[in-house]
């Protein structure tokens, strides 16, 4: 392994950080999160525009977070739960993804429950967590796909000064119903951190 790559590599061996916000606590996922998550992700409105059914059994939350638990080791992904700091309620998650040390990029992801919705908590989380990455993983770009009827989610988006640069036609099958995605991408020289 070259040296370059090597130091490269390094930068995103780091440990999954706990960022604070104004009103989120972000951190990495216990065993504790197990039935929470759970229950997110086997609610139909909210994968109303994901590419995989709402989860049927506990064991597929088990499995998440014991996936959680092998990405902060090998450093592909950076998982985060997201809790609401004025009741310590757990209101969804965010994560980098799909970690290349050698292009120096990652996919951001997201998802809130219902009674968070619309209050910009997905802004808030994803504004922590891109700034930490571009500070600590020598990262110079940050992808992110929506279906293309999730206003909601494009707008976020927009707001964390993603550029819409593609649609994905007929990418996926959401519940049976064949959709489009777009495209987002965002540059480290772009980023400017929200207030």
Known sequence: MSREIYFTYAAFMLLTPTLHTARLLLRPFTEADT????????????????????????????RFIARCKQSEEDGSRVPLAMMRNLDNAFIGWCSLQNVDAVYRSALLGYCLDEPAWGQGFATEAASALLDWAFSNMNLIRIQSEADTRNAASDRVLQKLGFMREGTLRENCIVDGEVSDSWIYGLLKREWKPLE
């Open 35 to 62: 039935d929470a998550i759970f229950a997110l992700l086997s609610n139909p409105r909210v994968l109303r525009y994901w590419d995989a059914p709402p989860w049927k059994t506990r064991a597929q939350a088990a």
